[in-house]
């Protein structure tokens, strides 16, 4: 555990405690809960002796079958041909069962930078080896990257469409030409898209295990946790080959048994109301995020703020003195931000950003104004802690 970095959001929720009323654009949740539907059916289920046992590993039969037919209506994923589906204590957990399921101490898994922290976390977990490779400046996969990065010892390659953290989503093409190369080189595609529902403008969602042939080689993740307002609730699901199905379930039954009956019965309830549920929100956040990426704007030259196409995300690049490339002077700079400003980012070496001063910019857990108000704090506390040191550096 040494060798794992610190869970990055707990840290950062450690110094928000510590300087009240700071607004905090650090973790990555939305405002909103389940809806009543779901609740209501978590209250009924308290009544059912069923509820209190040991069930399936797989999941129970009506959320397996809800997930099942979501799958193939809106991913393009028939479960039936060459795959299983297994509910999981969120996509977290899938994420660890695949990465345990699929290799051996030693193996790498290629994640492309910005990664997700909990990934390469759980790479480490396991004893494996986390490749990172660059994406271009818009944080799009680059295919060269990828391919010069396999070796023998290669697992998978992990894709994150929508990402977090930049927001970026990528293309359908982009996703075929990493499905079709692991494919080709005998790895899996580990896709994570938890916020398959989150994307804005002109920007689409691709499932790449709806692509003909994936089954055999895709692993494909989803999550409750945002789409629903079901974080705490921890309930995501995967699909993955038949192949692989003894060797989930292994990691399933030691480490989870079953996810709990009760958030299962809710999830249920909540797939029947389906996606409309974050139609108004998903909405809703799209305003914000265009207050967001205009008010950031502001702070070009100072930071330069790319264009984050879904999530709930804004990966902020801030040319701060060459100094700031030092990983630990982003965490410094955040921990400034709370201190001094009373505003919560998370510094970009959690996601693997380390060659500059990146901060990742949350905006889905608070309501407009405050995320309005938020993002001033953030612009007047960088201008006065960047800002200052460039015109100090440049006056020496
Ligand atoms: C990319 C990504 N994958 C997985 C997760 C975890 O989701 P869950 O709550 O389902 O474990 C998150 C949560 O922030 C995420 O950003």
Not at 108 to 128: K, Q, R
Not at 255 to 265: D, G, K, R
Not at 266 to 293: C, K, M, N
Request: with cysteine.
């Amino acid at each position: 555990m040494d060798a794992v970095q610190s869970p990055i959001v707990q840290v950062i929720g450690d110094l928000i405690r510590q300087v009240p009323g700071t607004i905090s654009l650090g973790q990555g949740v939305v405002h909103y809960g389940p809806p009543r539907e779901a609740l209501d059916a978590a209250c009924n289920a308290l009544g059912d002796p069923a509820t209190h046992e040991y069930q399936d590993g797989t999941g129970i039969p009506i959320l397996v079958e809800r997930l099942t037919d979501k799958l193939k209506r809106e991913n393009g994923i028939d479960v039936a041909r060459g795959s299983r589906l297994m509910v999981t204590a969120g996509a977290n957990m899938a994420f660890v069962h695949a990465v345990l399921a699929i290799t051996e101490i030693g193996d790498e898994i290629i994640l492309p930078v910005p990664f997700y922290f909990n990934h390469e976390m759980a790479i480490d977990m396991a004893g494996c080896t986390t490749v990172r490779v660059a994406t271009d400046e818009h944080y799009q996969l680059r295919l060269d990257a990828i391919r010069a990065a396999i070796t023998p010892r290669t697992r998978a390659v992990v894709t994150i469409s929508p990402n977090n953290p930049s927001g970026a989503v990528f293309g359908e093409s982009s996703l075929r030409e990493v499905n079709t190369l692991c494919r080709e080189r005998g790895l899996y595609h580990i896709t994570d898209e938890v916020y398959e529902y989150f994307t804005y403008d002109s920007a689409r969602h691709t499932s790449p295990g709806s692509f003909a042939g994936a089954e055999a080689h895709t692993i494909s993740m989803y999550s409750l946790s945002k789409a629903y307002g079901f974080a705490g609730w921890r309930i995501g699901y995967m699909t993955y080959p038949d192949h692989l199905a003894s060797a989930m379930m292994k990691a399933q039954d030691t480490i989870l048994v079953c996810a709990p009956i009760v958030s299962q019965v809710a999830a249920a309830a909540a797939l029947e109301v389906g996606r409309q549920y974050s139609t108004p929100h998903v909405r809703e956040l799209a305003e914000i995020r265009d207050i967001v990426l205009r008010e950031l704007g502001s702070l070009e030259p100072l930071a330069e703020v790319p264009a984050a196409d879904g999530a709930f995300y804004v990966l902020l690049k801030v040319n701060a003195p060459p100094r700031g490339a030092e990983p630990s002077i982003p965490m410094t700079i955040a921990e400034r931000l709370i201190r001094e400003h009373k505003v919560a980012v998370i510094p970009g070496p959690a996601f693997g950003m380390t060659d500059g001063c990146y901060f990742r910019v949350a905006y889905g857990a608070l309501q407009k104004e405050t995320v309005a108000e938020g993002i001033g704090r953030l612009i007047e506390g960088l201008r006065t802690i960047v800002g200052a040191e460039q015109l100090t550096k440049s006056s020496n």
